[in-house]
């Protein structure tokens, strides 16, 4: 779901911190200090060699320690994800990024509704800047994710489409940036009909295999395996997000192409380096990915699935994610060739004014590449 997340940017040239001490003190006293269950961190050396450290509890009630091979949905760090299977099916020649949406989807007896129909192309959607309304902003939405019972399937991406159908663009396709997870529902779509097959396969085929990404898979069931238990305030005290037979209490396929997928610390790293630094597949594809829209936000701006800060020089390649009871983050910095990864178990005083994860980003940054907090 939606987390952009802040990019706060202090870029010293120094190496990165490769024992373990350090950030395992660090993680060990920011769990004291924020209280949240557990935690996963990884990050790559500049040869591609990935360091991991975990603290706390991936079952705190059961005694389950959190451990590097401890799993968490990405949310929102899954939309890198949908936009590199975009950029691989035109490499292919299956697509066309700024063809019009409605080559693909225009037969759909709902498309004519949708805000901006008749502009909208592939690119716009992967950017954030078609002036699509953000369906989960929506009340309907929030009434839909609360009745999807414990044995009924996840709404389908149309479903979910179908919220924000006859109402008013946000902005003229191209004019603006707003942040939308119904751009990727429709991205999605628009893949699956590129590709004749689900979103999810193109990724599987083109990259979690082909990369060795082991530990990631669509987040598309209630059951997943070794999934850390996450702590969340979405419906008013917090609570566990996995029941006494271990199935999440919401279906996670309500995120759909906005993410999507459960992975580790360590395979995010991973595939964060790889991507943003141009070597996830053989094409030339990274000019593309980051060419980006300005958000509004000083230094800040947005490609294909990946939020890009600059200050003067430096830059910060990488996307955050959230959903109820897991957070996380993936940034890549350029300058050094290394890429850092966060996962907690945990919503609760996170996110929002006065949230805690942007703090505890920046001080297990710091202890990592030896930068100012």
Do not use: C
Request: charged residues 20%; proline residues 7%.
């Amino acid at each position: 779901m939606k987390w952009l997340g802040a990019f706060a940017i202090s870029v010293a040239l120094v190496s990165p911190a490769l024992a373990g001490d350090p950030v395992q003190e660090v993680l060990e006293a920011l769990r004291t200090e924020h209280g949240f269950p557990g935690a996963s961190v990884a990050w790559t050396g500049a040869d591609g060699a990935v360091e991991t450290r975990a603290t706390g509890w991936a079952d705190p009630d059961a005694g389950v320690p959190m451990t590097p091979d401890s799993r968490m949905l990405a949310a929102s760090i899954g939309k890198s994800f949908v936009a590199a299977a975009a950029l691989a099916l035109q490499a292919e020649g299956g697509l066309d990024l700024d063809a019009r949406v409605a080559d693909w989807l225009g037969e759909r007896p709902w498309f004519g509704r949708l805000p901006n129909h008749d502009s909208l192309t592939l690119r716009h959607l992967l950017t954030h800047s078609g002036g699509l309304p953000d369906h989960v902003d929506l009340p309907g939405f929030q009434a839909v994710f609360l009745s999807v019972g414990t044995d009924d399937p996840a709404p389908t991406p149309e479903d979910l489409i179908g919220l924000i159908l006859d109402t008013e663009p946000l902005f003229a396709a191209g004019a603006g940036w707003a942040y939308s997870d119904t751009g990727y529902l429709l991205a999605g779509l628009v893949i699956e009909a590129a590709a004749g097959q689900p979103w999810t396969e193109v990724v599987r085929d083109r990259f979690l295999l082909p990369l060795g990404l082991t530990d990631t898979e669509p987040s598309d069931r209630r059951f997943l395996d070794r999934l850390a238990v996450g702590q969340t305030e979405m419906a008013g005290p917090p609570m566990r997000t996995l029941d006494a037979e271990g199935r999440l209490v919401f279906h996670p396929g309500i995120e759909g192409a906005g993410g999507g997928f459960v992975t580790t610390a360590a395979d995010l790293a991973r595939w964060g380096r790889l991507l943003w630094s141009g070597r996830a597949m053989e094409a030339s594809y990274l000019d593309e990915m980051l060419a980006s829209v300005e958000t509004g936000a000083p230094g800040r701006s947005y490609g294909l699935g990946v939020g890009i800060d600059r200050t003067g020089t430096d830059e910060v390649r990488g996307h955050g994610g959230w959903i109820p009871g897991y957070v996380g983050s993936l940034r890549y910095y350029p300058a050094r060739d290394v890429a850092i990864a966060i996962q907690i178990n945990s919503d609760v005083g996170m996110l929002g004014p006065g949230g805690a994860f942007d703090a505890i980003e920046r001080a297990i940054r710091a202890a990592i590449l030896g930068m100012p907090k």
